[in-house]
DNA sequence: TTCTAATCGAGACGGTACGTCAGGTCTTCTC
DNA sequence: GAGAAGACCTGACGTACCGTCTCGATTAGAA
């Protein structure tokens, strides 16, 4: 196979804008990361950056998903409600963390007006993590711990949507009580 | 009685600033709502806009209020399920509407970089619903419906927040089924 | 005869504008003489100072026709010569005069835009002092000291010009000496 | 040898500026010649002109030096009448110009309230054509037709500053006789 | 080694929006 | 009727960032 003629894309400047940018999201909120600023920071050419991503959100969002890599995975041997109440303090812990909260709201505000990102956070952060929580609730429903008739997208909308809904405004993170009893709550409302 | 000194304020630059406002956000997205363009649009100086709003996000947000004034109000004679079930649904019907959705979208956006429009989200938006939703669930624990332990903050988050993300994801709004099934389900895990 | 009708014009007013433009004038140069610095500091509505100025030179001019109103009279008994330099010598120093030659200086730079100052400058300013040299030499004339084909204009224009155009270059103004010497030059180049 | 880095400033930007600035100001006088207005007519954006000109006035400084290069030389074979009379007569037809004129006094407007100007005017316009009627009198000391102890800079002053007075005062700009006239008396005044 | 292709950096340029300031005009109330 | 208070429009200001562009400098594999 032939390899790639000419100069290889420099790793080093890949991780430097990524890191500059997720810098500038975290402090200095949206409108602080902008391409500009970037490349000021990160010391790299704006021609540069504009050659490898579209936008600055898209920079962000790079850098969240690259720093949030590792999926939530359910503990061996754990129960049904066990690995939702893992779950769903996983993903708490995650919105709440004073380095990706910042980015993450950064990335949902980009969203609005920016298709190409919206439909990037949706099936790279957002489906990614659904996907465990039905996959969880479908076998409950497989072991008969679960009524077939479950609407298991409201279920998991229940679930998840509350850590995302605090981040968005401003509101203080469930506690883990708060996430316990939420998940208690909607478990005892579906058997 | 003092009247006022000077020129009146025009009620007619206001309503033409508001709607300007809401048409560009409405079609085009934030973005598309900037000062500029309102001004041009509404045939009103950039000055005058200035002197009235701090920023486009406050214009789209004094217009969304203006146009969602009539609160959620519980229906005389209603159970508290009912009453829960009118109240999602209602809010639903709101985020799910193609005039204000993305109004709130918008500036749901700008509160990522704006803490007066995060404030402002909060205190005149969201604060007055939640209220509503916190009435009920209290004067159900009062008549012994509800346990008097549950954590009410954790059943509003879990009743009021999948409209928002789904609204925020760009995913489809819940259907009236799946809003009846939510209350259902949170309903039959707190008794 | 009918005294006028109405509120009469606040000579209170017109001071404190004509001062107030002064000041702003002399110091931060033109460009801090707006009508809204006069109005603020005048403590004056700026309605009222359009309805007796047209602009902010004008309001500059007037005072500055105001404070300087003394014309330059010649020394009596003096001969020409000594009522030449003394005539020079007055105009060097009003012009050199830290709150005079600002000012004047200022409302130069106005006219260059403004016809109607440019034509009140000429005729309220230049005429009246051009007008004392040019009587100082007919009477030379008449008295056979000078020559009957000398063009008082130019030599008037040698005279007169150079405490203006150190003014505007922004070079030092001319000292007492050099006023005589440039005086006896002329003077005896006329002779 | 370095070659410049990036991409070339374009000749075409510069002078198409420059001669935008020298049209509003010739018409329109002072005013005209904004920032905006230069970039409108000269079709660059308002940012270039930013980038390399701190004012509107400064272009117009720049596309005077540019215009009027050729200094004003003695004339070979000459006497020291003769070169004064051909640089004041240069000067006055520079200055009664309807190019330069209107040009020159929209500077020397500027330079009134602002200290880069009048420096520059007063260094780059001013002093070389000082410096070269100074230079005929010098040498006319050094020759012995005009006595050691000559106010040279005083006499200077009253041969080049009427051109300056006229034009500022908006009178009638010297005859070529006027100019003749006036050299002739302050020559025969310093003999 | 030289050629060739790509990356990277430097910087000019045309735009759009920002938020502010001043100039003027108009409307309303008070003295 | 004079003056004050203030709303409003127009237009220019200087700045920030955008995205595009033209260069030169650098770094590799391929000829």
Redesign the interface.
């Known amino acids: 196979m032939a390899t790639r003629r000419g100069r290889p894309r420099s790793e080093a400047v890949r991780s430097a804008v990524l890191a500059a940018a997720a810098d500038l999201a975290r402090h200095g909120?949206?409108?602080a990361a902008t391409i500009d600023a970037i490349a000021r920071r990160a010391e790299v050419s704006r021609t540069t950056i504009y050659k490898w991503w579209p936008s600055a959100a898209a920079i962000v969002l790079e850098g969240l998903l690259d720093s949030v890599r590792e999926s939530i995975v359910r503990p061996p041997g754990s129960t049904t409600v066990q690995a939702l109440i893992h779950h769903v303090g996983a993903l708490n812990a995650i919105l709440a963390d004073a380095t990706v909260g910042p980015l993450l709201?950064?990335v949902?505000?980009?969203?609005?007006?920016d298709p190409a990102i919206?439909a990037a956070?949706?099936e790279r952060w957002?489906e990614p993590r659904r996907a465990a929580v039905v996959t969880a609730l479908r076998d409950a429903v497989a072991a008969g711990e679960l009524d077939a008739g479950t609407?298991i997208?409201?279920?998991v909308?229940?679930l998840?949507?509350?850590p995302?809904?605090?981040l968005?405004?401003?509101?203080p993170p469930?506690s883990d009580?708060?996430v316990t009893?939420?998940v208690?709550?909607?478990?005892?409302?579906?058997v």
């Open positions: 909120g949206p409108g709201r950064n949902m505000s980009a969203a609005a007006g919206q956070l949706l957002i609407d997208e409201v279920v909308d229940a998840v949507s509350p995302y809904y605090r968005v405004f401003g509101m469930l009580e708060a009893a939420l208690d709550t909607v478990w005892r409302g579906c």
